[in-house]
C-alpha cells in the first residue's frame, strides 16, 4: 500500500532540520564531553571505552616508579598488557508532540506547524540539556565555598576567597591529569567536532554572571583579542578557566546555611534567610559523555498534517507535530570534574 511515510517526505526532512536548528542555541553542556552518534542499528546500550594509562593508580593518572623500567644488560625486559576501561549505559527515548485542528492548520494567520516545529526543537534542547546537567552535577568530587557540607554554603564564589577555590578545583584536576578542553560539537545541525581554545571549562548558572565578573583577574569576553570563546554564552575567563552559563543549571533551593535577608539568592529571589546554593561545575576533557542530538539518526520527527485521513482521522480534523530522540549521559571519569557549590549574592 501506498502510504504518506512510505517514501520519506520533504517536510519530514525539513521538519527535522528545523528542529535541531532551533534545539542548537539551547545546547551548552550537550556541546561538550565525549560525544557518541546515536548508533545505526538503533541499540539501546552505548559503550564509551579508553585505554587507561600504563601504570594506572586509583584516580585513572599514571603513578610512575622510574626504576622498575631500569634494563639490565642483555636482559629482556617484562612486557605490559593494554587494559580498556569501558562505561556502559542505557539510552532512553524522549518526545515531545504537539496537535492542532484542521480549521487552524488551514485558516489561522500564522504558520502554525512551522512555529510547531520550532517549539519542539527548543523544547528538546532544553530536555537535552538538563539531562546532562543532572549527571555532570551529581559528581562525587565537591568543594564547599564555606563549611563542610551543603546546608553550611552561605558564601559566594566572588573575590579572592572565589578565585581560591578554582584554584582548588584546578589542582584537584591537574593531580588527576585531566587534560584541558580541546574540543566541542560543532555548531551545526550535523555531527562533527571544532577545536577550541585548552582550558578548563566552569559551567554555571546565569545569577552568578555578577559574583564572577568580581573574580581578581577576571577576562570579560569583548577583551579576548584573537581568542575565540569555546561557546556563545560564554562570559570571560580568569586564569586558566573559561565560564559558561546557563538558565538550565538551576540551584539547590534553600538548601545552603543562613543569611541575612536579601544578601543572598534564597528560594530563586531575596526574600528568604536560608541560601540557595548552586552547583559550578569545573571540568575537563572527556569527564563525562553523552549521545549527541545531533545529525540524521539522532530525532526521529513526526509531522502529520491535518489533511493526511487514516482509520484514527477520518475526516482529516486534526494533525500532529512532533519529534522522539533517544538520550543518555554519564560521568567517566569522576577525578576529571569537580563542583563547586557557592551561595550567590543579591543585587
Same mark, same amino acid.
Given at each position: 500500500?501506498?502510504?504518506?511515510?512510505?517514501?520519506?517526505?520533504?517536510?519530514?526532512?525539513?521538519?527535522?532540520?528545523?528542529?535541531?536548528?532551533?534545539? #542548537?542555541?539551547?545546547r551548552?553542556?550537550?556541546?561538550?564531553?565525549?560525544? &557518541?552518534?546515536?548508533?545505526?542499528?538503533k541499540?539501546?546500550?552505548?559503550?564509551?571505552?579508553?585505554?587507561?594509562?600504563?601504570?594506572?593508580?586509583?584516580?585513572?593518572?599514571?603513578?610512575? !616508579?622510574?626504576?622498575?623500567?631500569?634494563?639490565? =644488560?642483555?636482559?629482556?625486559?617484562?612486557?605490559?598488557?593494554?587494559?580498556?576501561?569501558?562505561v556502559?549505559?542505557?539510552?532512553?527515548?524522549?518526545?515531545?508532540l504537539?496537535?492542532?485542528?484542521? &480549521?487552524? #492548520?488551514?485558516?489561522?494567520?500564522?504558520?502554525?506547524?512551522?512555529?510547531?516545529?520550532?517549539?519542539?526543537? =527548543?523544547?528538546?534542547?532544553?530536555?537535552?540539556?538538563?539531562? $546532562?546537567?543532572?549527571?555532570?552535577?551529581?559528581?562525587?568530587?565537591?568543594?564547599?565555598?564555606?563549611?563542610?557540607?551543603?546546608?553550611?554554603?552561605?558564601?559566594?564564589?566572588?573575590?579572592?576567597?572565589?578565585?581560591?577555590?578554582?584554584?582548588?578545583?584546578?589542582?584537584?584536576?591537574?593531580?588527576?591529569?585531566?587534560?584541558?578542553?580541546?574540543?566541542?560539537?560543532?555548531?551545526?545541525?550535523?555531527?562533527?567536532?571544532?577545536?577550541?581554545?585548552?582550558?578548563?571549562?566552569?559551567?554555571?548558572?546565569?545569577?552568578?554572571?555578577? !559574583?564572577?565578573?568580581?573574580?581578581?583577574?577576571?577576562?570579560?569576553?569583548?577583551?579576548?583579542?584573537?581568542?575565540?570563546?569555546?561557546?556563545?554564552?560564554?562570559?570571560?575567563?580568569?586564569?586558566?578557566?573559561?565560564?559558561?552559563?546557563s538558565?538550565?543549571?538551576?540551584?539547590?533551593?534553600?538548601?545552603?546555611?543562613?543569611?541575612?535577608? $536579601?544578601?543572598?539568592?534564597?528560594?530563586?529571589?531575596?526574600?528568604?534567610?536560608?541560601? !540557595?546554593?548552586?552547583?559550578?561545575?569545573?571540568?575537563?576533557?572527556d569527564?563525562?559523555?553523552?549521545?549527541?542530538?545531533?545529525?540524521?539518526?539522532?530525532?526521529?520527527?513526526?509531522?502529520?498534517?491535518?489533511?493526511?485521513?487514516?482509520?484514527?482521522?477520518?475526516?482529516?480534523?486534526?494533525?500532529?507535530?512532533?519529534?522522539t530522540?533517544?538520550?543518555?549521559?554519564?560521568?567517566?571519569?569522576?577525578?576529571?570534574?569537580?563542583?563547586?557549590?557557592?551561595?550567590?549574592?543579591?543585587?
Amino acid at each position: 500500500m501506498q502510504t504518506y511515510s512510505l517514501v520519506a517526505s520533504r517536510n519530514l526532512i525539513m521538519a527535522e532540520r528545523e528542529m535541531l536548528k532551533h534545539a #542548537e542555541p539551547i545546547r551548552v553542556l550537550g556541546s561538550f564531553g565525549m560525544q &557518541k552518534e546515536m548508533p545505526q542499528n538503533k541499540t539501546d546500550t552505548i559503550v564509551f571505552r579508553r585505554a587507561l594509562p600504563i601504570d594506572a593508580a586509583a584516580n585513572g593518572a599514571p603513578n610512575i !616508579d622510574v626504576n622498575s623500567y631500569i634494563l639490565s =644488560e642483555g636482559v629482556t625486559p617484562g612486557s605490559r598488557s593494554i587494559t580498556y576501561q569501558d562505561v556502559q549505559c542505557t539510552l532512553q527515548q524522549y518526545g515531545v508532540l504537539m496537535k492542532l485542528s484542521s &480549521k487552524a #492548520e488551514a485558516l489561522y494567520e500564522d504558520d502554525i506547524p512551522k512555529d510547531m516545529s520550532k517549539l519542539v526543537g =527548543e523544547h528538546m534542547g532544553s530536555i537535552e540539556e538538563l539531562i $546532562g546537567y543532572g549527571v555532570v552535577r551529581g559528581g562525587t568530587n565537591v568543594i564547599y565555598l564555606n563549611g563542610t557540607a551543603r546546608s553550611a554554603v552561605n558564601t559566594a564564589l566572588t573575590g579572592a576567597a572565589g578565585l581560591n577555590k578554582l584554584r582548588q578545583a584546578a589542582r584537584i584536576l591537574e593531580s588527576a591529569h585531566a587534560s584541558r578542553v580541546t574540543e566541542r560539537l560543532a555548531s551545526s545541525v550535523n555531527y562533527g567536532t571544532t577545536a577550541v581554545e585548552p582550558g578548563y571549562l566552569v559551567f554555571c548558572h546565569t545569577d552568578m554572571e555578577a !559574583d564572577v565578573r568580581n573574580i581578581p583577574g577576571f577576562t570579560p569576553l569583548v577583551e579576548y583579542g584573537q581568542v575565540k570563546p569555546v561557546h556563545s554564552r560564554e562570559i570571560g575567563s580568569v586564569e586558566q578557566f573559561r565560564f559558561i552559563t546557563s538558565p538550565y543549571f538551576k540551584p539547590f533551593l534553600v538548601a545552603g546555611g543562613t543569611v541575612t535577608a $536579601g544578601a543572598f539568592l534564597s528560594a530563586g529571589g531575596t526574600a528568604g534567610t536560608t541560601a !540557595d546554593v548552586y552547583p559550578v561545575v569545573v571540568m575537563g576533557q572527556d569527564a563525562w559523555g553523552q549521545v549527541a542530538l545531533k545529525g540524521m539518526s539522532a530525532i526521529d520527527p513526526t509531522y502529520l498534517p491535518a489533511k493526511t485521513k487514516s482509520h484514527a482521522n477520518p475526516l482529516g480534523q486534526y494533525g500532529y507535530v512532533g519529534a522522539t530522540f533517544w538520550k543518555t549521559a554519564v560521568r567517566l571519569n569522576e577525578t576529571w570534574m569537580t563542583r563547586i557549590e557557592t551561595a550567590c549574592t543579591g543585587l
